[in-house]
């Protein structure tokens, strides 16, 4: 089984707070636009990066800055102050991509990869998969 989800957007706010655990824990919003019936339409995805990754996150995305995001989707279940249960999607990032503003680089921009970049190992899985 593969849970995987990349996500290239602009990146919204990004609030760290540390953990109880001693580590640190971001929570990034990013947006995505599509059309619609010829009308732009911006969805929100809900980013959370922990430890390492969310102190790259603290140090190097600003809000209208271009990222790379991937990670695996995961559904975090919680009941509010009112006593409704919620649920949301939410992305555990493993690895970011920074495109950094152009700012009169001659070079335009340039992308710099930070985070995990070990790839999962998925050695002994079958390859005779029925799909």
Same mark, same amino acid.
């Given at each position: 089984m593969i849970n995987k989800t990349i996500i290239v957007g602009r990146v919204g706010n990004v609030e760290t707070r540390p953990l109880k655990s001693g580590g640190t824990v971001s929570n990034i919003s990013v947006a995505t636009n599509k059309k619609?019936?010829?009308?732009? +339409?911006?969805d929100w995805h809900n980013i959370c990066a922990y430890n390492k990754m969310s102190d790259l996150a603290a140090k190097y995305l600003n809000?209208?800055?271009? +990222?790379?995001?991937?990670?695996e989707l995961n559904y975090q279940k919680f009941t509010t102050k009112e006593g409704n249960q919620v649920e949301k999607a939410v992305v555990i990032a493993h690895k970011f991509t920074y495109f950094p503003r152009n700012n009169g680089n001659p070079n335009g921009n340039q992308a710099d990869n930070y985070g995990n970049s070990s790839e999962p190992n998925y050695a002994g899985l079958n390859d005779d998969v029925p799909f």
């Open positions: 619609i019936k010829g009308e732009q +339409v911006t809000k209208g800055d271009i +990222v790379g995001i991937e990670g």
